[in-house]
């Protein structure tokens, strides 16, 4: 079926939207993932008619079939985002071509189809466009975007959805952080993997996050923040955190982050800092890292610094690492120099206050 690229979006404005005063009431401190806006956007497809009904309408629950494939088969993928507020008043997203390529990349992974890039990105921009008032002012605020798609007929045979739901939803958020990002502590998961060769690790789906939870559970029994993967084959290879990927920082400067083999989600951010560390002159690079290594190197002073990184919380730094045998700390233990000065360089490109080398921002009309 071919998808006609020039869909028209309806839009329905929503009959009780949120008064001003109460929306800026939300947006004092609205944490992250709870303050949502009054409208979504969605597409409906299926083999037949292929991409269809595209609308901004009011965010409203779903009516979603007992039997709807979905809900048994977990045929679900998604992507996450952020608008920013510019230093000069203006909005725009970050990176939105790459999360539109990346969210053809699962479906194709998960056998779902693949919506044309032009409707992502369409998609998204109109629901920024209107809900532009719900990115907070202040500092390290955005409208967090998160386009999913599901599978939505109702049947109960195995086999690929011949008919999906695609939607996005926004939702105001703070910094994910207050007051810079304090370093967190990592398990390192014995039992459970998060994604095997052949696998959906590199997939953005809901299955691969359904899937690390215990782990993450354990992380935080063990009195752990987040916890970190190991490969599924060798159970060696430091891979990457439940939502983030990990970077390595050694003492003569250079960074090394696991390479992309199809395990690893690859991150958007992941590649944004590895862009801007090598337009510095750093060594960076994308090699395997063993656990063993990891320990060795932090013991020696070899290794002087660790983060992660992600959308939603920018750069992590990681300031300790625990596993059953005993724990042990990377460098000080808090934020890195280089750790911070990757994240405030990244943020700053992403609210307008540093030049734009890589062309990355994309401004709203
Ligand atoms: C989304 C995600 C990341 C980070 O990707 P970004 O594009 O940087 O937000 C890392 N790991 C996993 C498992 C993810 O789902």
Redesign the pocket.
């Known amino acids: 079926m071919e998808a006609p690229q020039a869909l028209t979006f309806r839009f329905d404005p929503s009959a009780t939207p949120v008064a001003a005063s109460e929306r800026a009431a939300r947006l004092v401190d609205p944490g992250f993932g709870r303050v949502f806006t009054d409208h979504m956007a969605l597409i409906r497809y299926s083999d037949d008619k292929g991409w269809h009904d595209a609308q901004i309408t009011a965010r409203a629950p779903l009516s979603v079939d007992p039997a709807a494939s979905v809900l048994h088969y977990a045929q679900e993928i998604f992507?996450?985002?952020k608008a920013y507020r510019l230093a000069d008043g203006g909005t725009a997203l970050f990176r939105p071509e790459?999360?539109a390529r990346?969210f053809q990349d699962s479906a194709r992974r998960m056998a779902m189809p693949e919506l044309p890039e032009k409707l992502f990105l369409e998609s998204v921009e109109r629901l920024v466009e209107i809900e532009r008032d719900w990115i907070p002012e202040q500092d390290g605020g955005a409208l967090y975007l998160r386009p999913f798609m599901f599978a939505s007929e109702v049947f109960l045979g195995v086999k690929p959805s011949a008919e999906y739901l695609y939607m996005v939803i926004a939702s105001s958020v703070g910094a994910y952080f207050k007051g810079g990002a304090p370093a967190v502590s990592i398990w390192v998961s014995q039992g459970y993997t998060?994604a095997a060769p052949g696998g959906t690790?590199a997939a953005?789906c809901g299955g691969?996050?359904a899937a690390?939870l215990l782990a993450q559970k354990e992380a935080i029994a063990n009195g752990c923040d987040q916890v970190v993967f190991l490969d599924a084959v060798e159970r060696r290879w430091v891979e990457?955190?439940?939502?983030?990927?990990v970077f390595f920082v050694f003492d003569d400067g250079s960074l090394v982050t696991p390479p992309l083999t199809g395990t690893?989600?690859?991150?958007?951010?992941?590649?944004?800092i590895l862009t801007i560390a090598r337009a510095q002159g750093l060594t960076v690079r994308e090699e395997p890292y063993a656990i063993d290594q990891w320990r060795a190197d932090a013991a020696s002073g070899r290794l002087v610094e660790a983060f992660a990184?992600?959308?939603?919380a920018v750069v992590t730094p990681i300031g300790s690492v625990a596993e059953p045998a005993g724990r042990f700390t990377i460098g000080s233990g808090g934020p890195g120099q280089l750790t911070t000065r990757l994240r405030e360089q990244l943020v700053a490109i992403q609210r307008g206050q540093a030049p734009d080398p890589h062309g990355w921002m994309r401004r709203l009309g």
């Open positions: 992507e996450g985002m790459a999360n990346r998060r690790g953005k691969n996050y690390s990457e955190l439940g939502g983030m990927n690893i989600l690859p991150g958007i951010t992941r590649d944004s990184c992600g959308t939603a």
